[in-house]
């Protein structure tokens, strides 16, 4: 019987096979476009993690998985909802007038994260002398005045300086800086330091030249410093394959993007919608297919537990919220991330990240041919879903198809995304996923630390592993790359980079843009505070 049916196998038309697989290709392509399409489209809105245009992409993607054999495994059917923190801002209530001219905020002017609150109506003078005043601080001034002292810190002055005044029956502390010296006086939304005795408010010089031309003169104050601190809801979506096996395969892309650059983390440093097809729109679409795929073809020996994440924009929120509340608690076997797996060309390469997680994925991934040009990278860790699977100690693979002239900005859109290519990798992935199926649960390896994200590019580094997810102040580390700067420092996991040089470091986008300012070859100082010590380094890039 076995070789009548093999007999028949082979009597099949070459080109008939040829055609069957040409018609599930062309289908395949259709659906990921249409995925696409519809993911990156303006009325999504950019899909901003806690907002109804994420909204919109969660109940699609869902729709996609309804009548199939995918199980709800989130805690409200599909989806797992996750807190956001905001973080503190300026209230929509909140204004200061100068000569009755409304000052713009971020833009005129910011009040310090910690400022004291107040409604308050006062003359602001360069020279308090009388209460229900607003003493105007040139703050070059106080550097240049403390330049012989080697142990003055801004914070310090601003404490006393705000308590002195409060003291003297000051209503607020405006300051402003003429000169071109390093001030560090930044607004950090996650700022948890003691308030101040009053309010302070730090003028920009567009605002300090449009506002207070004459130092000397008294000008009319009319303000309200108040904050808001809003949290919103974001919403993973979690289904599971369940084929009663030992172990379980996570497959995850995230579905957020950037929304309006609401949270400042586009390029592009404008507000139009970001529509995010590659990133990762193209994640979420090859997602969808190869759930649907492996409801009907698929090996057996493993269960697949499907994890759209949310909140990957703001620092991995939705991989590790799931990790510290993990909706399934089967064995969890390997993960696969698919982030920005829709730009492939010849130049940029097809990387597979993850390559040293287990030593059995060389030999797994060597027989998974494919005609993709492809470049590995041993790194467990980065900027995207995967990493926080590998710091619980699993195996991972990240595909990406590499950083362009579009990422983080508006033109991202779905009529860029090589939909050929992405269906090529689709197909390298399910041929991943079978070779697995035989080897049981892979063993895990450590690797080495890759340093920073997927487009930003620095002449120099620390050569350290950010913890996106830290709120705190300052740039908690996850650990330090073999041979680079930060392991010959001396840098460990839970470290706290507090200041690089004259850049003091409120999080990781302040540490990207003071990596910025330096050189290789350039001596600078580092300090960290490790529990409740303070350290500095003498440094050279």
């Avoid at 030593?359 to 590995?376: D, F, N, R, V």
Wanted: proline share 3%; hydrophobic share 40%; no cysteine.
């Amino acid at each position: 019987m076995r070789k009548i049916v093999l007999l028949l196998l082979l009597s099949i038309p070459v080109g008939l096979l040829a055609q069957k697989l040409a018609k599930s290709d062309a289908v395949l392509i259709q659906n990921l476009k249409g995925h696409i399409q519809f993911l990156a489209s303006d009325k999504l809105e950019g899909r901003r993690a806690g907002t109804a245009g994420e909204q919109k992409a969660v109940n699609y993607i869902i729709a996609q998985y309804k009548g199939l054999a995918i199980k709800p495994m989130g805690t409200k059917g599909f989806i797992q909802p996750f807190p956001i923190d905001e973080g503190k801002k300026f209230a929509t209530s909140a204004f200061i007038k100068v000569n009755n001219q409304t000052a713009i905020v971020d833009t005129d002017f910011f009040a310090l994260s910690n400022s004291g609150s107040n409604h308050f109506t006062a003359p602001a003078v360069p020279a308090f002398s009388a209460s229900n005043q607003v003493l105007l601080k040139d703050i070059n001034e106080v550097f240049a005045s403390n330049t012989s002292n080697p142990h003055f810190d801004i914070n310090e002055w601003l404490t006393s300086t705000a308590a002195d005044l409060k003291a003297k029956g000051a209503a607020a502390l405006f300051l402003y800086n003429s000169g071109n010296i390093v001030d560090n006086i930044q607004f950090n939304k996650y700022d948890t330091t003691k308030a101040l005795a009053l309010p302070v408010v730090y003028f920009t010089k567009i605002g300090a030249a449009k506002y207070f031309k004459e130092v000397s003169r008294i000008y009319n104050i009319d303000a309200n410093i108040q904050f808001d601190h809003p949290t919103r809801t974001a919403h993973n979506v979690v289904g599971f394959i369940d084929n009663k096996a030992t172990n379980t395969i996570v497959i995850g892309a995230h579905l957020d993007h950037l929304g309006y650059n609401e949270d400042k983390h586009g390029l592009d440093l404008n507000n139009f919608i970001h529509n995010g097809a590659d990133d990762n729109a193209s994640g979420t679409a090859a997602l969808i297919e190869l759930a649907k795929s492996l409801t009907h073809d698929a090996p057996k020996n493993n269960n697949y537990l499907i994890i759209h994440f949310s909140g990957e924009e703001l620092g991995l929120l939705g991989s590790k919220y799931w990790l510290d509340h993990p909706t399934y608690k089967g064995n969890l076997n390997y993960m696969i991330n698919m982030d920005m797996v829709g730009r492939y060309d010849t130049a940029r390469k097809l990387t597979i990240g993850g390559y040293g997680t287990s030593s059995k994925w060389s030999e797994i991934l060597a027989k998974a041919p494919t005609t993709l040009l492809t470049h590995y990278d041993s790194a467990g860790t980065g900027p995207s879903d995967h990493a926080s699977f590998y710091r619980k100690d699993m195996p991972v693979l990240f595909m990406f198809t590499g950083s362009h002239s579009d990422y983080h900005k508006a033109t991202d859109d779905w009529d860029k995304i090589n939909y050929e290519g992405e269906k090529e990798i689709l197909r390298l992935v399910q041929t991943i996923i079978k070779n697995t199926d035989a080897y049981g649960k892979l063993d895990f390896l450590k690797t080495r630390e890759q340093s920073m994200g997927k487009s930003n590019k620095f002449s120099v580094s620390l050569g350290v592993m950010p913890d996106y997810a830290y709120t705190g102040t300052g740039v908690r580390i996850e650990g330090a790359s073999e041979g680079k700067l930060g392991e010959k420092l001396g840098l460990k996991k839970s470290d706290v980079l507090v200041q690089l040089g004259d850049y003091k470091l409120i999080d990781v986008m302040s540490y990207m843009q003071a990596l910025g300012k330096f050189q290789k070859g350039d001596k600078t100082t580092l300090v960290i505070k490790r529990g409740d010590e303070e350290i500095k380094f003498d440094i050279q890039f």
